[in-house]
């Protein structure tokens, strides 16, 4: 494949992750842009603004074959010194891309997630005994 073919290939990953960024946290042009390749960096540039809603350094990485830790520690190294975890979008031909996390990390996600379901479960529960007391007072409408 020519360099440029390549470069193309990763140019377009980089354009769907800040796609779906913007779609997601409701992002502007000016908040989240696909940096220029060949830049050093992460390849997802995120202002102020973005990283208050999206607290990751993004690397991507369009290939036939993928080295995932060598790739990963490039998304660390980029990381660095900043208040950011390392995010590694892959994706290898005809195939979807994946979003690459430390272990430590996913277990985190997932634990918050659990907990903000738990509280979502609480607060309508709560509700709904709140509702129950006031049929109980102003009577069924």
Known sequence: ???????NKGRLLQKLVVQKLRDTFNLSEHDCKSTPMGTQGEDVWL????????????ECKNRARIAVYTDYEQAIRHCEGKDKEPLLVIKQNRSDPLALVSLDHFIAIVEKAKLWEIHQKQKTVEESKQATRMRKVYGKH
């Open 47 to 58: 202002s102020t603004n973005a990283l208050e809603r999206f607290r990751y350094g993004v």
């Open 1 to 7: 494949m020519k360099p440029s073919s390549a470069k």
